[in-house]
């Protein structure tokens, strides 16, 4: 089998989850997912990144000591993936013993190679970005465009790493490999960035920040945030710098690396010159999603928007996270952002999964029942819809090859409705009362056998519906080898009380009336 190592961002734990990040780690589960059901080996990594100068001053404004922070809110994003069905390999945590001692043998192999080196340093630290800024990107106030504060000038001697040694490197590795930074559009923006670039410092004083890795051989200086982070794409397949573990060995490099718009400069220009450092490969890919707002506005504590993962499945009375995972995906085209609102939520996923697919299902299954008693007495030629079928099947790989989710889930709407448009024209309810039985099961047949292609291909998204439609139809094949027209066999298929909606519209009454229960 071939391996397919992903990675997503990890996230701060001075807060809770949201669905910002939530639309990032069910992104990787759902690329995840699918390349499972293309038959390869997965391995899938997330996890929360810990030290650094806001969980400090989180814990000194509590009154805690910072792991006990880490500790609370990183199983906060543990419920919260639990509660979507992320369905992770690993989640690692930088405050984790195996990791924190890799990075500081990492750290040394930099500075034993030549790569890192002391020097006295005064310049603009922005604790938002958890970096230092160049002047020339502050805002005409003097701000910090992401974060609108000003940044703290800080002087310190601090370890610089020598990123301007690998600009060309860099520059040529983006030019000479178009698949490396994805959507391609963002490519731009990096080699904009990498015109100015210059050594950055990668250690602070413990005068200004103590929570963070220790710096080998020096007790005066820890590891800067975003080496530590960094790494953990490495040091969670047990990279070493003298035995790379077999995992490491297996999955390294890896195919794509999940990020948000926000730290494309982080991975495509500081992790590339680390990794050029270790003389480790490079990723595949990079990719860089949008961001998710809330009602067109930017989530933050301080508007008091910010909405979690739960709060939707609880608004809503979820039974499971299928609605608002499908919802999060169709929401962000490729790279661009995407906005969460209650009312197109509810929309949305009425149109899609009730009326569009979970209808089909469900009127076909019924007519089975009616006409033929539950059974399939025959397997129809193939024709128009099977190759229709077989079309979205190419498409869907196709998007999923170009990290295009929200355009692959439209290509299987798409084909729902195609489906639903057939069963209109040919309308088997009439060929029934006009005796046209033959007729009347091809067209069933059809219909059926185009949802299991349906249930197939929405696993990624919805695997709770998913299930429940293959379910339905009896079918336990589950992965793209089974996408192969004329599968659903010859005899009972189904009984009237088997038969039930695989989604209930939001707001039915009968989704109602369940709440009220
Ligand atoms: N800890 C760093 C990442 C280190 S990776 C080695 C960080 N953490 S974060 O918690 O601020 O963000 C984690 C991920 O969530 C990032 O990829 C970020 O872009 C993403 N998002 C945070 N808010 C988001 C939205 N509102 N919408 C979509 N993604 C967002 O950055």
Request: charged share 25%; net charge negative; proline share 4%.
């Amino acid at each position: 089998m071939e391996k397919y190592y992903l990675t997503t961002a990890i996230d701060y734990v001075n807060g809770r989850p949201h669905i910002g990040h939530a639309f990032e780690k069910i992104m990787a589960d759902v690329i995840a997912r699918h390349y499972k059901q293309r038959g390869k080996d997965v391995y899938f990594l997330t996890g929360t990144d810990e030290h650094g100068i806001k969980i400090q001053k989180t814990a000194e404004k509590s009154g805690k000591q910072p792991i006990e922070i880490c500790d609370m809110n990183a199983q906060e994003f543990k419920n919260a993936w639990a509660l979507l069905e992320i369905d992770y390999d690993k989640l690692i945590r930088t405050t984790d013993i195996e990791h924190t001692q890799i990075v500081q043998k990492i750290f040394k192999k930099l500075m034993d190679n030549g790569d890192i080196y002391k020097h006295s340093y005064t310049g603009l630290y922005c604790s938002g970005c958890e970096s230092f800024l160049n002047p020339r990107d502050l805002t005409e106030d003097g701000l910090c465009p992401d974060h609108m504060v000003k940044p703290e000038e800080i002087q310190e001697e601090n370890y610089f790493f020598k990123l301007s040694k690998y600009k060309d490197r860099i520059i040529e590795h983006i030019k000479t490999h178009p698949e490396f930074i994805q959507p391609a559009f963002r490519a731009n923006e990096v080699l904009n960035q990498l015109e100015n670039i210059e050594d950055i410092s990668v250690s602070r004083s413990k005068d200004s920040v103590s929570w963070g890795i220790d710096v080998p051989g020096d007790d005066f200086q820890i590891i800067y945030v975003w080496i530590d982070a960094l790494s953990n794409y490495i040091t969670a397949l047990g990279y070493d710098t003298e035995s790379p573990s077999d995992m490491f060995k297996k999955n390294w490099p890896a195919n794509v690396q999940i990020i948000g718009k926000d730290i494309m400069k982080f991975h495509a220009i500081y992790w590339s010159a680390i990794l050029m450092a270790l003389g480790l490969e490079l990723p595949r890919t990079i990719l860089a999603h949008g961001w998710i707002t809330i009602d067109q506005t930017k989530m933050s504590k301080s508007i008091g928007n910010v909405i979690a993962p739960k709060d939707v499945i609880e608004e809503f009375d979820l039974q499971h996270p299928d609605a608002f995972r499908y919802f999060m995906m169709v929401t962000a085209p490729s790279g661009k952002d995407g906005n969460y609102s209650d009312v197109d939520f509810k929309e949305r996923v009425n149109a899609d999964l009730a009326n569009n697919i979970g209808n089909l299902l469900n009127r076909t299954l019924n007519m089975l029942v009616k006409y033929f008693d539950g059974e399939i007495v025959t397997i129809p030629p193939s024709g128009e819809i099977a190759k229709e079928a077989a079309n979205t099947v190419e498409a869907v790989k196709d998007k999923f090859d170009k990290f295009e989710l929200a355009e692959a889930a439209q290509d299987i709407v798409n084909f729902a409705n195609v489906v639903n448009k057939y069963v209109n024209d040919t309308a088997p309810w009439s060929l029934a009362k006009e005796g046209k039985m033959n007729e009347c099961s091809e067209v069933l047949y059809n219909v059926l056998e185009s949802m299991r292609f349906i249930g197939i291909l929405l696993a990624p998204y919805c695997p709770n519906i998913s299930k429940e439609i293959l379910e339905q139809l009896s079918s336990k094949m589950t992965g793209y080898d089974s996408l192969v027209w004329g599968q659903i066999p010859v005899g009972k298929l189904t009984e009237k009380d088997k038969i039930k909606p695989v989604f209930l519209r939001l707001d039915s009454e009968f989704a109602t009336d369940k709440k009220k229960s």
